[in-house]
Nanobody, 124 residues
Framework: QVQLVESGGGLVQAGGSLRLSCAAS????????MGWFRQAPGKERESVAA????????YYANSVKGRFTISRDNAKNTVYLQMNSLKPEDTAVYYC?????????????????WGQGTQVTVSS
């Protein structure tokens, strides 16, 4: 079992930045692909970014390319999502997810473990 806890969410003005962290426990995530997803009110959960176990492959949704950066520190068992140039449409609950895989899953149904989410609100 892998437990995931997200942190770093909050309220920020448009154009601002936030850094989300996802701390894992229970198992080392060095052999896990990790993903960030988000869900806005009334909308389906969508993939934001994903990173392979060794960080050799990275995926970004088109809506966040050039603004968000996913990274991982396997020694700290933590994954990060640096979010810059935030827009009101980035407002959502952000979730961290993990899958034991050498690939880079981008669909939510592919992931095995989920955090509880952290709220990100971007004001205009």
């Amino acid at each position: 079992q892998v437990q995931l806890v997200e942190s770093g969410g909050g309220l920020v003005q448009a154009g601002g930045s936030l850094r989300l962290s996802c701390a894992a426990s229970g198992r080392t995530i060095s052999s896990y692909a990790m993903g960030w997803f988000r869900q806005a009110p009334g909308k389906e959960r969508e993939s934001v970014a994903a990173i392979s176990w060794g960080a050799g492959s990275i995926y970004y949704a088109n809506s966040v390319k050039g603004r968000f950066t996913i990274s991982r520190d396997n020694a700290k068992n933590t994954v990060y999502l640096q979010m810059n140039s935030l827009k009101p449409e980035d407002t959502a609950v952000y979730y961290c997810a993990a899958k034991s895989s050498r690939g880079i899953p981008t669909k939510d149904y592919e992931y095995e473990y989920w955090g509880q989410g952290t709220q990100v609100t971007v004001s205009s």
